[in-house]
């Protein structure tokens, strides 16, 4: 019976150490999606600050150039 018990006693610390690498390993997936939450706010900024800084003039012309190859792909008059 006794040994029965330390069994069952060495089996619950197993769990019990194994529980404690399940939660440091998700406090690590919890930390990496954080820091990948930032990057992905950084590089939407810098992606706003980059549409933002091209001139509206070759804006409108690339929307005209494809509206332009858009129309001879349906062959269609505009």
Known sequence: MNDMNESIL??????E???EEI???LSNL???YCD??????DLRGDVNIMESS???D???EVARFELHELK???NIDL
């Open 36 to 41: 990948l939450e930032h990057k992905h706010e």
């Open 23 to 25: 939660e440091k390993t």
């Open 30 to 32: 919890e930390g990496s």
């Open 72 to 74: 001879n792909e349906l």
């Open 17 to 19: 150490k194994k529980i």
């Open 10 to 15: 060495q089996r619950l610390e197993n769990v």
């Open 58 to 60: 070759i804006v409108d």
């Open 54 to 56: 091209i001139p509206t």
